[in-house]
């Protein structure tokens, strides 16, 4: 028997990532986590109908923070005694909050939903007593909003999933710090930092691997007006040109393929 899905794990994201090892070199213990996935309504006909969705909110989204907290409660266990700390108990609160008698619909959020919730909170307690607290729903407008937060006896991350700002940690210590963060001031102690991957392609940039595709720039390139063409220039472009040309319009050409092109001008009899 096949089975067909798809994975969108909290797991691999870079901001977790880095979360992970903080908890594994601080020797960290996470006392709370809270977390979210939520947006206005899922573009799948047939979501909303129990027997083909299998779930609403809860199973649907709040499946994707539960299993970043999981992961890092189990990376806090094996880093400090060897053993994953694994759930203990779980409790959870589903509502239709947008079939309500009094919901007044702007016409912004989907409301069809036929026997599932659009609202879901999950509390796990763990085996050493610690907890994490799940929400998910189908009311949040803006897009996708997602994130886990952890409260750890040393420090607080709040791990960005979605958004482009990677994560903001708080360090009481600058020692503690000072192999996990390529920010320096993550090395203060006392101050909520913007944590940063030492991974270009963690913050949008296309890098060397040209199956990485660029999400965003990080600062707008101005157009710049390439220089008047020199005399002895039989073919086109100089190196400057070519630099300024591959620029234009801030995209950024790589200096493999620079200077690929710069060898093709400059080949040849003068």
């Known amino acids: 028997m096949g089975f067909f899905g798809y994975a969108e794990n909290f797991v691999y994201a870079p901001s977790v990532q880095k979360e992970r090892e903080i908890v594994e070199k601080t020797g960290a213990q996470i006392l709370r986590q809270t977390g979210e996935e939520s ?41 400090r005694h060897g053993a994953p700390i694994r759930p203990a108990s779980v409790s959870a609160r589903t509502h239709q909050l947008t079939r309500l008698a009094g919901y007044r619909d702007a016409g912004l959020i989907r409301t069809d939903y036929h026997d599932v919730e659009d609202y879901g909170f999950m509390h796990v307690v763990f085996e050493d007593g610690t907890v994490g607290d799940v929400t998910a729903s189908e009311v949040a407008l803006g897009g996708i909003y997602d994130y886990i937060e952890v409260f750890a006896n040393n420090h607080r991350t709040r791990c960005r999933i979605s958004p482009t700002g990677l994560m903001d940690t708080y360090n009481p210590r600058a020692e503690q710090y000072k192999d996990n ?21 963690d913050h949008g940039l296309s890098g ?4 990485l595709r660029r999400e965003r720039r990080i600062r707008p390139q101005p157009a710049i007006r390439p220089r008047p063409r020199p005399r002895h220039d039989r073919r086109g472009l100089c190196g400057v040109s070519l630099r300024r040309a591959a620029w234009r319009g801030g995209r950024r050409a790589s200096f493999v393929n620079c200077n690929l092109l710069m060898g093709a001008v400059f080949s040849g009899p003068a």
Do not use: Q, T
Not at 44 to 50: A, E, L, Q
Not at 181 to 201: I, Q
Not at 208 to 211: A, I, T, Y
């Open 181 to 201: 963060l390529s920010d320096r001031k993550g090395e203060h102690p006392g101050r909520l930092v913007a944590g940063r991957s030492r991974r270009k392609h």
């Open 39 to 79: 947006h206005n309504g899922s573009a799948s006909p047939v979501y909303g109908i129990w027997r083909f969705a299998g779930g609403g909110s809860l199973i649907g989204k709040g499946c994707h923070p539960l299993g970043g907290m999981l992961y890092l409660k189990r990376a806090e266990g094996i880093a």
């Open 208 to 211: 060397r691997n040209p199956g």
